[in-house]
Every structure is written in C-alpha cells, then in structure tokens.
C-alpha cells in the first residue's frame, strides 16, 4: 500500500451549552455535534525520504502553517509515538472546510491523518485507542472520527451517539475572517463577568427535533452559548444571522466558536434559495450548502 486517501466531515453544534471553567481553564460543555456533508480529503503517501511532510491546496492554501503546528502534522507524530511505527509520511490536505470558523476543519483533517496514516503505516490500533489519541489532539477531533448526530460532555470528547430520523438541510455563511477559539471562550468569560454559571445541559426540544428529523422544531430550538460572545467579537455576524431568517430560514445560530453562521432550510431547494439570496446579500465571503447527518473519518481509496 503506498497511498490511502480519507474523507471526514465538518460539524455543526445544534445546540452548546457553556458551563463554568474547570480546574484545566477548559469549560465544561454539552453539546450536540452534527456531521454535515462538507469534506476535507487527506491523502497518505509512502515518502520518498523518511520523515513527515505536510501540503495543503484549497481553503487556507498559502495561510495555513505546514509543520508541528498544524494539528494534522502533530496527529501523525503522536500516532507514530503510541504506535512505535516510524513517522514517515508525505500528508496532503485538500481542504474544502472553511479555516477558523467553528466547524471544526482543523479537528477534521487530524482525525483522518490519524486513520490514514494508521491506514498506510498497517497498525490497526484499535478505535478506542485512536479515539483516546484525538481526545488529546483536540477537543472536537474524536467526533470528526465518529461522525453522525452526538452528544458530547466534558470538554467535548465523550460521546453519545444520538439517533436521528431523515436528513437536515444546512445553508453556511462563511466569513472573511477567521475568530480564534480561545478569544471566543475568553469573551464568553468576560460577559459573564465572574457570575456563578450553571451546568451545561443538553436541551429536550432539541433532542425530539432530532430524534423526529423536524426541521422546524430544529430551527426553533438551535443555541450557542457562545454566540454573544462571537456577536460581540464581531458585530457584523449579526446582520449575518438577521440576512438569513429574514430569507426564510428555519432557524440560525453561528456554528461553534464561529464566525460561520448555520442556517436550517426545509429541504434542498430552500437551502439553495437561501444560499443564492445570502451570495447576494454581500454579507458573507462565501455560502456553502450540506446536509446532516454524515458518517465520521473514512478510508476511501
Ligand atoms: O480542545 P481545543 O484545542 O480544540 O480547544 C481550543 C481552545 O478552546 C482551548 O485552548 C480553550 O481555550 C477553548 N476550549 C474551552 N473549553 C472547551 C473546549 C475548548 O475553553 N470545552
């Protein structure tokens, strides 16, 4: 085998609740993750030299750093060292998530470096162990590996999977300009100035909107804690979010830790009206249209 080839999806959080900093500066979270039919593709080569390297074409090409501080490049590196394979592989990303928008791209394209290069290297660790392994690369990576509809606690990384009737339609309107996620949580801290904050929870309207795939009760019930503080990082994001329910949407709340905005449309044909109307608008830099739920990291070629 001299070249494996994995598609992962990006995320959406349907509903995040933000409990209080833990003792590791972490917040405790409850969430409901979605995977959504947008695809990062990481291709695995066996290297002509020893070692690891790392390229990247499409979002963030020419933006993103290539070495350890890309988490797929760490990903690699911490499988080899749990595995005792020898770390050498050439990594390409061909990257079709938005970067720095609450979708978990980055978490993306670890996950599947982890299954691909486990993949070329022959290793089959097992999903536990590799699952372990993403916990520690990122919060959002073990889901990007599972895929689906899940609720995650902790600061993210336990999940449950959660069953899910049909298929959502999501439009995305993605920003100019990235936020960090730290600076979100950070903000998120500053608003709510020192006030006791209570355990997160996951929201009962939220589950039976999924539990019956009722896109409607779904709109309703979208929420992010962080999203005030996203508003207040960067104010446009809600002219964003009034654009899109203005245009019909079911429902809209910014994805993650932002700045992408997720809008629920009834079906396809709504979501593309949605997403023409958005393009329109000029208030994003791009529109992107998926639905949810997809499958986690796959091997595909
Ligand atoms: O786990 P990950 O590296 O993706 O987290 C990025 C940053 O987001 C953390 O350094 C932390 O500032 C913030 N974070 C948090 N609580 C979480 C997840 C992330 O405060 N549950």
Redesign the pocket.
């Known amino acids: 085998m001299s070249s494996v080839t994995v598609r992962v999806p990006a995320k959406v959080n349907l509903q995040l609740s933000?409990g209080p900093?833990?003792p590791d500066?972490?917040?405790?979270?409850a969430t409901i993750f979605q995977a959504v039919g947008l695809f990062d593709e990481v291709v695995a080569r066996t290297p002509a030299v020893p070692g690891i390297t790392l390229t990247l074409s499409g979002e963030g090409e020419g933006e993103l750093p290539l070495d350890e501080r890309n988490?797929a490049y760490r990903a690699a590196v911490l499988l080899a060292e749990h595995t005792g394979a020898e770390p050498s592989v050439d990594l390409h990303i061909h990257k079709a998530i938005p970067i720095a928008g609450g979708m978990?791209g980055?978490?993306a394209d670890a996950a599947a470096a982890l299954l691909a290069c486990d993949t070329l290297w022959r290793q089959s660790t097992p999903r536990e162990e590799l699952t372990a392994l993403a916990t520690e690369?990122?919060?959002?990576?073990p889901f990007a590996l599972h895929g689906g509809t899940a609720i995650g606690t902790?600061?993210?990384?336990n999940l449950t999977p959660v069953l899910s009737r049909g298929s959502f339609h999501w439009v995305f309107a993605v920003a100019d300009q990235g936020l960090s996620?730290?600076a979100?949580?950070?903000e998120c801290d500053r608003l709510r100035g020192g006030r006791t904050v209570p355990d997160p929870y996951v929201s009962d309207m939220l589950m039976q909107a999924v539990r019956a795939g009722d896109a409607l009760l779904l709109g309703k019930a979208l929420h992010n804690d962080l999203q005030p503080a996203a508003l207040s990082l960067r104010p446009v994001l809600r002219q964003v979010l009034e654009v899109g329910e203005d245009l019909g949407a079911l429902g809209g709340v910014v994805s993650g830790?932002g700045p992408t905005c997720a809008f629920v449309a009834r079906d396809d044909e709504h979501a593309l009206d949605i997403a023409v109307a958005l393009t329109a608008s000029g208030v994003c830099r791009t529109v992107r249209r998926a639905s949810g739920p997809v499958a986690g990291a796959r091997v595909t070629g």
């Open positions: 933000v900093v833990r500066g972490f917040h405790e979270l988490l978990a980055g978490s690369l990122g919060s959002d990576v902790g600061r993210g990384e996620t730290p979100v949580y950070a830790s």
